[in-house]
């Protein structure tokens, strides 16, 4: 067969000629993209990376990767005018320039926000001391780039035909779903939020949550974990946190103690103030105590004791428990030195039969026996 014959033959709706030429065009397309690429590798990169705004470094970068498939979509776009294609090459050619093009910016939109992301709101979370903004930034991340090829995959179904109204009312009803199993997730996860965005507390910090203290080791995306006074550790939902009354004991300047002194009904009014003022004054001499919040009443009377109120303050939060500890020890042997008798439970027992009576520590044994 002649070659003009061969050359002259259609095949759907275009000559041999014009595929050659339409394949030579796609051919330079592409390598227009490689050399863009390389001019983009070895020229512009190089001048944006000298710069020190880092804008422009992520625009090139995200531009990178995408530039040879955009050369290849100029080549189809240029070398269809040469064919005159009937269907179904038609439609096929459409799609081999739209479903690109919406590949092309789903990817450069995908490097953007990757890029954008981790150079600034990043760089943001890693200067906080809080590690839950480290944890929720490449969760939005990922969500933003799930966004994103989504739109562009119901773009592209939507170009090769598709129907996509029943497509996105099913994703709406899938999504309905999903989010009432995963409802005390996200309950957490938001919780998660609000304790970033309030800071009642920070990593290191003591805190009581609900009657649960202990100090806090990591502050995740459903969870928070605090290692308490017994040395265990209690997770807890940052959704349960977000409800809860958080006492953050960190925060306070001192600690408050409150405790009491018990003397004997056998003290006399001038032996209670010497009490009152020797108990106050011992606590003010330790070190650690603020001396100036510091005082002793007489409070009470006990059923089996008068009882001396003592109030002092801890400035030095670390060592709380060695000088509670100390404040109480001093008091024992200043009271013991100056001769006060620190009062115990007692129970008193009274025979009927006549005017005696036995007064003895409860929980000591006693047997009464009634003759008549």
């Keep these: 067969m002649p070659f003009e014959s061969i050359a002259s033959e259609t095949y759907f709706g275009s000559t041999l000629l014009e595929y050659v030429l339409f394949f030579a065009v796609l051919g330079a397309g ?4 490689r050399s863009l690429s390389f001019v983009y590798r070895r020229r512009l990169q190089v001048k944006a990376e000298a710069t020190e705004t880092e804008v422009d470094d992520i625009i090139l970068h995200s531009l990178g990767g995408p530039i040879v498939l955009l050369g290849v979509i100029f080549g189809v776009a240029v070398g269809r005018e040469f064919l005159t294609p009937v269907e179904p090459l038609q439609s096929v050619l459409n799609a081999s320039i739209e479903i690109p093009v919406v590949v092309s910016i789903a990817w450069i ?3 953007l926000t990757d ?6 709101v990043m760089e943001y979370a890693e200067e906080t001391e809080s590690k839950l903004d480290d944890e929720l930034v490449p969760i939005a991340s990922r969500i933003t780039n799930i966004a994103i090829v989504s739109i562009a995959g119901i ?3 939507d170009s090769v035909g598709y129907d996509v109204t029943a497509i996105i009312a099913s994703l709406g009803v899938g999504g309905i779903a999903v989010a009432f199993a995963s409802r005390k997730t996200m309950a957490d996860v938001f919780g998660g939020a609000h304790i970033l965005s309030t800071k009642p507390f920070l990593v290191g910090d003591v805190v009581d949550v609900n009657g649960t203290a202990g100090t806090v080791e990591e502050i995740g995306l459903r969870t928070t974990r605090i290692r308490d006074f017994d040395g265990r550790t209690v997770t807890i939902p940052n959704s349960d946190i977000a409800n809860a009354e958080v006492t953050n004991i960190t925060s306070e300047p001192s600690r408050r103690v409150k405790t009491f002194v018990g003397l004997n009904y056998d003290t006399t009014p001038s032996e209670m103030d010497a009490a009152i003022a020797l108990a106050a004054e011992t606590a003010r ?5 603020d001396s100036e919040q510091t005082g002793a009443w007489f409070w009470e009377y006990g059923d089996s004791a008068m009882q001396i109120r003592l109030d002092y303050f801890i400035t030095d939060l670390r060592r709380w428990k060695a000088i509670r500890d100390e404040v109480n020890r001093s008091i024992q042997r200043a009271f013991a030195d100056a001769g006060f008798d620190m009062a115990f439970p007692t129970r008193t027992v009274r025979i009927e039969q006549g005017a005696d009576t036995l007064t003895e520590p409860v929980g000591a044994s006693a047997e009464t026996e009634r003759t008549g």
């Design 30 to 33: 592409a390598l227009l993209g």
């Design 109 to 111: 939109a995908v490097r």
């Design 115 to 120: 890029g954008f992301i981790d150079t600034y």
């Design 155 to 157: 773009v592209i179904l």
């Design 285 to 289: 001499g330790v070190d650690g105590v």
